[in-house]
């Protein structure tokens, strides 16, 4: 019989209770998939559980592991990947009904990967319908009923990877796979007080993903510390042939986020936001972003005030997305599935947009390079910026969340415009005791860095240890 | 726990009203009827007629992308300024005097 806690433990943990043979993953999966039975229906977290495909890898790596072929820290560790990640034989929603019966039949690269790694698929994961690439309004637009937060099930668990932040924060799974295209990993770590880490484009291949938006879209880790998503990302990176995006970046260069310690000289740029004069924004959320700043100032960490590339990147981001959005989703709005969708404005999306011309199109894509080179300069100066993740906590499954969170993103159409990667860190908790985040986004390829920074902090905090009571 | 919306009460209801209309349609002969109609015109027959509210969100979202376009089309950049890609020709894999 596992103990409750082993299944907050992170993976870092469990693997060297795995390799010591301490942790039979037969047993850990095992029970994992009982939690599921038991708590998944309650936050409509999986699309699909696996049991049999995780029992039977489960099987396979105790044996390996038996034998002394220990395949290194994910072994044996078991998971569950978004539901637009393609896995051979095993339906694959998109949390969309017009795509609910799909059933692929090759995995996606980052699925063969976690294989090969040892990893143990426990099941997919819920999702906002195509990843809420044609816009959304309601948490419940997701063929799997909206998202519930476990610190609070009548509150959002935050989009689109809604089943990943659930899971990891209810101890359904070691750990998650989630994507972004905007906003999609970072914010279902804030509202579920999770560490998730949204990688440099092209960091991690995409081959075999739903695609929302060519252009931005991101796979990444959801998971209990900043140093798991160092272990994740460094089995699901690399050079990838059936992705001409994944980038040749050697996957080396995330080794220097093994290291104990600040990244040498690393200097910090704070975005101040004005908190008092912002409509819905909560200052429980400013006082633990306060704090967190504090706490890695007193650890030594350079952190000055500046301010942003004066530049319209969010409309830069929102706009190639809609246009890339649109094509990718054109199927469904030829074939009339479209209005299949729960959002009942997604598929008035093409109409919305009709006023959209190509030209606009090239013209964004021309401002998006002037914002590359401008955050080029930007940093030359700093190697990081420190932002709060979002200015309120959770909001309620039941509004409409336009409502709900109604001021605008800080840095996410910058973040995503130019791909850049950002760790989301657990920094406390606000209103009705829910937890507040709070963000380092660096230069591209540095996630290494933002992972070192990320252990420094929960090495001199705790919430990333704290779990939602109704599901310890 | 929080209590729905006013919103979500109104969302609710236009569901329970949508449906209770839906009720009066599933007769075998319209049933069959609807399907023709499907069959002649895959997406209209799909196609949900917008409401007040959703016609008014509508506009809302037309205003938000003519602000957007305002703002792009109003970005001043010289003539030939780079694009955020740059596209590569394939090289194929052909050797000569293959057939």
């Known amino acids: 019989m596992i103990a409750d806690d082993v299944y907050y433990l992170t993976v870092a943990e469990l693997g060297e209770r795995i390799h010591s043979r301490k942790l039979s993953p037969v047993e850990l999966t095992q029970g994992y998939l009982d939690r599921i039975k038991r708590y998944a229906p309650k936050l409509n977290a999986f699309a699909t559980v696996t049991e049999d495909v995780a029992l039977e890898q489960a099987r396979a790596a105790e044996r390996e592991i038996g034998k002394g072929n220990y395949r290194g820290p994910l072994h044996g560790i078991p998971y569950g990947a978004k539901d637009l990640l393609a896995t051979a034989g095993i339906r694959t929603t998109w949390g969309a009904k017009p795509t609910q019966n799909q059933v692929p039949d090759k995995d996606a690269t980052v699925v063969r990967m976690l294989r090969d790694a040892g990893a143990v698929l426990l099941g997919k994961l819920s999702m906002v319908e195509f990843a809420g690439c044609l816009g959304y309004r309601f948490a419940d637009s997701s063929l799997q009923g909206p998202g519930r937060n476990p610190w609070d099930p009548e509150r959002w668990t935050g989009g689109s990877s809604s089943g990943t932040g659930a899971a990891v924060a209810a101890g359904l799974v070691g750990f998650g796979i989630g994507t972004e295209t905007w906003g999609s990993i970072l914010c279902p770590s804030a509202f579920c007080g999770i560490t998730g880490l949204r990688p440099t484009y092209g960091r991690v291949s995409r081959a075999g993903g739903m695609v929302g938006a060519y252009t931005f879209d991101k796979i990444g880790p959801l998971a209990r510390s900043a140093e798991d998503c160092l272990l994740i990302l460094e089995a699901i990176s690399g050079h990838d042939p059936d992705d001409a995006t994944s980038s040749s970046v050697p996957v080396s260069r995330l080794r220097s986020g093994r290291s104990a310690g600040l990244p040498p000289g690393f200097r910090a740029a704070l975005i101040p936001l004005d908190f008092a004069k912002t409509k819905g924004a909560e200052p429980e959320v400013k006082t633990a972003f306060d704090g967190a700043v504090a706490e890695l100032r007193a650890a030594g960490l350079s952190i000055e005030e500046a301010k942003l590339p004066d530049f319209p990147a969010s409309e830069v981001a929102g706009l190639l997305i809609t246009a890339e959005a649109l094509s990718t989703f054109e199927k469904f709005y030829a074939d009339g599935t479209v209005w299949e969708l729960r959002d009942p404005y997604a598929p008035y999306q093409r109409e919305i947009s009709a006023g959209l011309t190509g030209a606009d199109v090239v013209k964004a894509w021309r401002m998006r390079s002037v914002l590359q080179d401008k955050m080029v300069e930007f940093f030359q100066r700093y190697d990081g910026i420190v932002t709060p993740n979002f200015m309120s906590v959770a909001p309620s499954i039941h509004g409409d969340l336009n409502q709900a969170l109604p001021y605008s993103d800080p840095v996410g159409g910058i973040g995503n415009a130019c791909g850049l990667p950002s760790i989301a860190l657990p920094n406390g908790f606000g209103k009705e005791h829910m937890p507040t985040s709070f963000q380092i986004m660096g230069s591209p390829f540095q996630e290494g860095d933002l992972v070192r920074i990320g252990k420094v902090y929960q090495s001199r905090t705790r919430f990333h240890r704290e779990h939602p009571p109704q599901f310890a | ?99």
Do not use: H, N
């Open chain 2, 1 to 99: 726990m929080s209590k729905p919306t006013p919103r979500m009460k109104r969302r609710r209801f236009v569901t329970l009203a949508a449906l209770s209309g839906a009720a009066l349609l599933t007769s075998p002969l319209s049933r069959a009827m609807a399907a023709v109609e499907r069959a002649r015109s895959p997406v209209e027959g799909r196609r949900r007629a917008a409401s007040p509210a959703i016609r008014k969100e509508i506009a809302t979202q037309e205003k938000s992308l003519r602000d957007q376009l305002k703002v792009i089309r109003g970005y001043d950049l010289p003539p030939g300024s780079p694009m955020a890609f740059a596209f590569e020709p394939r090289i194929a894999a052909r050797k000569r005097g293959e057939s």
